[in-house]
């Protein structure tokens, strides 16, 4: 129950924080990165309260007042908010299908989460979990798991209970040993469409069983799911040695390694060399499509396909520290030597890294980034590395524009939280930001829709060869 001092302290809080939402025809409350330390009141009595999005604040705990909305709320968002615990309120969120609590200080997550049935997104990166409780596979709506960045040492086998489960995100945490008996205790049960499994201990010389596994389970799953083809699978930086065949590879299917150089001619340098970050995900080589249809249109290019197998912003390396900055800098350098046009590009994370080694080329593109991760989405990241990537990027534009090259950012205008990370660097020397008409965060999938994408990279190699 929702004790009436609780309220009345909450509601105390919230009129101090700013107007109040008390309307009982409230449907959707969006609030994010506000700096709010607690939430408006709401009507007690509203039935119709859908989605409370109010992630990168400074709540400190789930507002008991939701206990309330139970009966209507199904999306919640409560990322990056220091909530310490969830088991009081949680129970009564019966009707939630997504929830985010990701970059907080979890440490349990509480029995209570089966009976969220219809539950079909679960965020929960960023935390201090060293286990899953076995009624997680009681959430039989479940689509995606995202828990990485905690301390998980192994899963448990309710997991492979999921019908509906297609995406499984565990980098960086203590997952070791078998993936052979991962594979038969859990992940061969479900129809999994990507799983990544970067950064962790696992053994990579069963990596092959575990790709043919599961390819077999994708296809299997098709008639029910929807979806076609073999899951996409992220193996990067675990421990051991993989199978000659899978040895550094970095597909659009499989990741063994973070990087895969591919020349447009073998022993021709190209007029071009494309540095090619990856966005958040297992992991998975991207940007080829764009960078086959300019090599179709007849420019040169080289591509250095980069992917980062701890989810981590680029910031971390293969040790498990919190030098990625250096170590990708190193990697990049000994692809860029010897090439007078380097193009740089990338989206969401690979957007921030894009910005990050601005100064290792001479145009850079980046989609959707984020510049500081400590007004959003980096709370699992340490203070100080965290704290610095504002100050790198900016380092970064400014040796870039010393040297003649240009920036380019782009956003979706109608994405509150992307255009707040834009601006950041809207004003930087050299840079230009170009808002569009989405409030979609994947502005790479909106442009491809609309046929643009194709378009606007062959714009940038353009330039650099004209330039």
């Known amino acids: ?108 997550l509480p029995a209570a989460i089966g009976r969220l049935d219809k539950l079909r997104e679960l965020w929960l990166h960023g935390n201090r979990l060293t286990c899953l409780p076995a009624e997680l596979g ?78 077999g ?11 076609s083809g073999a899951a996409r699978i992220g193996l990067g930086w675990n421990r051991g040695t993989p199978p000659a065949a899978l040895r550094d590879v970095l597909t659009d299917r499989l990741a063994t390694t973070d990087h895969f150089f591919e020349p447009m001619a073998a022993g021709v340098r190209g007029d071009v060399l494309l540095v090619a970050f990856a966005a958040q995900g297992p992991g998975m080589q991207q940007w080829a499509a764009p960078c086959a249809a300019a090599r179709a249109a007849g420019v040169a290019v080289d591509a250095l396909f980069l992917a980062d197998p701890s989810n981590s ?15 990708f800098e190193r990697l990049i350098r000994a692809h860029t030597a010897g090439y007078a046009r380097v193009l740089l590009v990338g989206s969401s994370m690979g957007g921030t890294a894009a910005l990050l080694h601005a100064h290792l080329g001479h145009r850079a593109v980046s989609f959707g980034p984020r510049v500081d991760l400590d007004l959003t989405h980096g709370a699992h990241v340490p203070a100080e590395p965290r704290r610095a990537c504002t100050a790198r990027v900016r380092h970064a534009l400014a040796v870039m524009r010393a040297r003649g090259g240009r920036a380019a950012v782009h956003v979706g205008a ?14 930087a020397p050299g840079l230009d930001l170009h808002e569009h008409d989405t409030f979609h965060h994947n502005v790479p999938m909106f442009l491809e829709r609309e046929g643009l994408l194709v378009p606007l990279l062959k714009r940038e190699l353009l330039a650099l060869l004209q330039g």
């Open 1 to 108: 129950a929702v004790g009436d001092q609780d309220d009345a302290a909450a509601d105390a809080g919230a009129e101090a924080a700013g107007a109040g939402f008390a309307s009982p025809s409230l449907t959707v409350l969006e609030l994010e990165a506000n700096g709010q330390t607690a939430l408006p009141p709401l009507h007690p009595s509203a039935a119709v309260l859908t989605a409370l999005l109010a992630s990168y604040n400074r709540l400190g705990a789930v507002p008991r007042m939701l206990a309330h909305h139970g009966h209507s709320l199904k999306k919640l968002h409560l990322g990056c908010n220091g909530v310490t615990c969830v088991a009081e309120v949680l129970p009564h969120l019966t009707r939630l299908t997504e929830l985010c609590l990701e970059g907080n200080r979890l440490s349990e």
């Open 138 to 215: 009681q959430c039989v709506s479940l689509t995606v798991l995202q828990a990485h960045h905690n301390r998980l040492a192994e899963l448990p086998a309710a997991l492979g209970a999921l019908p509906r489960l297609q995406g499984l995100y565990l980098q960086s945490n203590r997952l070791g040993g078998s993936l052979a008996a991962l594979r038969q205790r859990v992940l061969r049960h479900l129809p999994l469409q990507n799983l990544a499994l970067g950064a962790n201990a696992f053994d990579l010389a069963e990596a092959s069983e575990l790709a043919s596994e599961l390819s």
């Open 217 to 227: 389970s994708a296809a299997r799953a098709v008639t029910s799911s929807g979806h």
């Open 313 to 327: 912003y680029y910031l971390q390396d293969p040790a498990g520290g919190w030098g990625g900055v250096r170590y």
């Open 414 to 427: 109608g994405n509150a939280v992307d255009m707040m990370q834009a601006r950041l660097v809207a004003h």
